[in-house]
């Protein structure tokens, strides 16, 4: 079960297990949504980037299996680079 606390964040103990999917990429897309624009990659480079993750063998149920981040939040962040030793961006 996804528990709420009080309109704020989820609660960083729920395991992914107790989070139901729609709830889990819910969460997913809010925190990209209130992202700084500052931090934000352009929509064509973010979408480039999940292409290039769609590809890589280390992608896993929408997790990098490398450093175990969820590419779409590592995608969406400017800053952020593959964590390959062979970058794919």
């Known amino acids: 079960m996804?528990?709420?606390t009080g309109g704020r964040r989820p609660c960083r103990k729920?395991?992914?297990i107790e989070v139901e999917d729609e709830?889990?990429?819910e969460s997913i897309q809010r925190y990209l949504s209130n992202l700084?624009?500052?931090q934000k990659a352009d929509e064509s480079l973010y979408?480039?980037?999940l292409m290039q993750c769609q590809?890589?063998?280390y992608l896993y149920a929408g997790m990098c299996r490398?450093?175990?981040c969820y590419v779409e939040v590592r995608a969406a962040q400017k800053g952020r680079k593959c964590p390959?030793?062979?970058r794919r961006w």
Do not use: I, S, T, W
Request: aromatic share 8%; with cysteine.
């Open 36 to 38: 700084a624009e500052d």
């Open 84 to 86: 390959d030793v062979k």
């Open 66 to 68: 490398l450093c175990g």
């Open 14 to 16: 729920c395991l992914l």
């Open 2 to 4: 996804f528990r709420e």
């Open 47 to 49: 979408q480039q980037r």
């Open 23 to 25: 709830a889990y990429e």
């Open 55 to 57: 590809k890589c063998e």
